[in-house]
């Protein structure tokens, strides 16, 4: 298996992980979980968000794959009146990276706000995708905070 940048990022900061593989046609993170043998919960699917508002960098959300993101959480927790879900299409135009294979450790310093649901704090490790699909990394939680800088609030349903 060639190396992602997440996974060089990573190496590079001597942080351990593991990846895992999985079908690549598949794109429901809760089906993905099950290949795992882990709780829909442990595995982070991420989503990109845009705020109406200028100014307001884009986001990568990262949410349990069991769990919906609240708009009107997220609104409130960054201090915006709207935020809309960016389309597939427009979410690949913006990372660079197809849709099931959006990794905010693939997308560090490129614009985007990085936040983190609450829930990961509840698992010692995540799954978060590796920068490509059929790849995920399964590393600590808390690593996964501190590598991406992300800011933790809750925002999942």
Do not use: C
């Amino acid at each position: 298996m060639q190396k992602t940048l997440a996974m060089k990022l990573l190496t590079g900061k001597k942080i351990p992980y593991t990846p895992m593989t999985y079908p690549t046609e598949m794109r429901d993170a809760v089906a993905i979980a099950a290949v795992f043998g882990a709780p829909p919960g442990q595995v982070f699917k991420t989503l990109v968000v845009t705020a109406p508002a200028p100014g307001i960098k884009p986001m990568l959300v990262m949410v349990p794959a069991d769990r919906q993101l609240d708009l009107k959480k997220l609104a409130k927790a960054v201090g915006v009146k709207k935020l809309k879900m960016a389309t597939h299409a427009e979410a690949e135009k913006m990372t660079g990276l197809q849709v099931g294979g959006i990794s905010p450790l693939a997308l560090l310093n490129r614009g985007f706000a990085i936040y983190l649901d609450a829930f990961s704090r509840e698992w010692d490790e995540v799954f978060i995708s590796a920068g490509q699909r059929g790849i995920n990394l399964r590393l600590s939680a808390r690593d996964l905070e501190k590598v991406t800088r992300a800011r933790v609030v809750d925002v999942a349903d």
